[in-house]
């Protein structure tokens, strides 16, 4: 099995659930619980073929609409002085896995393309590879347009989704989340819907309703039907992946790794109970 990670959305997690760890004055809470939810996927999965996957700072979809992830600029521009400190942690703490720890451990697949998600890189991957065996990591509900492609494990969760439990589920094929999304909007991502429609995330959205043909006649009816240029839109935000991304650079080899490596990155960074249990890693690494 072959795993693609949504590599800022585990920081994320860690820095809520480690960030305040720190050795010898220096912050190592993000890595930290990067490191632990890495193993805990490969054991969970007997897998060390990892890719992971960073979302750029710059965002093309802001430049096509301004309002894309909005609430998340407001947000961070009124966080206090302590919640800035520890995003700024968190953004180091980032660089410096994906450019220095994570290269120096022998993880060739280490993609990140300026104006582009983890999740243009992550779509692309599993589409264009998708004679192997994938398992995709991320809690964003986006890539269930990928499902025909991969399953999906929520490291939040601990739950694996699979085309048919989504199918279960939602009572669409995967192909049309993209639809659904671009109906319903994007909560996450500030993309409004069609007014009175929410996000497919809730599975009583008339969205789906409408996708399953269940919703025949009545004001939401008639609303979608006249929305053809709000959907078109959002399609263009929320398929992945993005236009124009160069596939060029994304080419997937296999890992390898050495064992060695990963100790000395382990004692410089004071991971004692990694050192402890250092078995479980070598195992895998």
């Known amino acids: ?27 190592t809470g993000v890595v930290y619980g990067f490191f632990l939810k890495l193993l805990s996927v490969a054991r969970e999965f007997n897998s060390n073929q990892f890719t992971l996957c960073w979302d750029s700072r710059r965002s093309i979809r802001q430049h096509y609409f301004p309002d894309y992830k909005r609430k998340r600029r407001e947000a961070r521009e009124e966080m206090t002085q302590e919640e800035r400190k520890r995003y700024m942690s968190m953004a180091e703490q980032i660089k410096q896995l994906r450019t220095e720890i994570l290269p120096g451990l022998g993880f060739k697949n280490n993609f990140l393309q300026s104006g582009y998600e983890s999740d243009d890189l992550m779509a692309y991957i599993v589409k264009a590879n998708k004679d192997a065996d994938w398992l995709m990591v991320t809690s964003d509900n986006d890539m269930y347009q990928c499902l025909e492609y991969c399953d999906i494990y929520n490291p939040q969760t601990k739950k694996v989704i699979n085309a048919y439990s989504f199918v279960e589920k939602y009572r669409i094929q995967p192909h049309q989340w993209v639809q659904a999304k671009a109906i319903g909007g994007c909560d996450s991502d500030n993309v409004p819907g069609v007014p009175g429609v929410s996000d ?15 919703l025949t006649k009545g004001k939401i009816f008639e609303r979608i039907e006249s929305s053809d240029n709000l959907i078109d839109r ?13 596939t060029s650079r994304l080419t997937v080899s296999d890992c390898a790794f050495d064992a060695g490596e990963f100790r000395y990155t382990f004692e410089y960074l004071g991971f004692s ?9 070598e195992v895998f690494f």
């Open 234 to 246: 959002n399609i263009a935000l929320v398929a992945l992946p993005l236009a124009q991304l160069d």
């Open 1 to 27: 099995m072959k795993i693609v990670l949504d590599c800022n959305n585990i920081c994320h997690i860690a820095m809520h659930s480690m960030g305040e760890l720190s050795y010898h004055e220096m912050q």
């Open 200 to 214: 497919p995330k809730r599975e009583t959205s008339k969205a789906l309703k409408y996708i399953r043909g269940e």
């Open 273 to 281: 109970s990694f050192m402890r249990d250092f078995d479980k890693w």
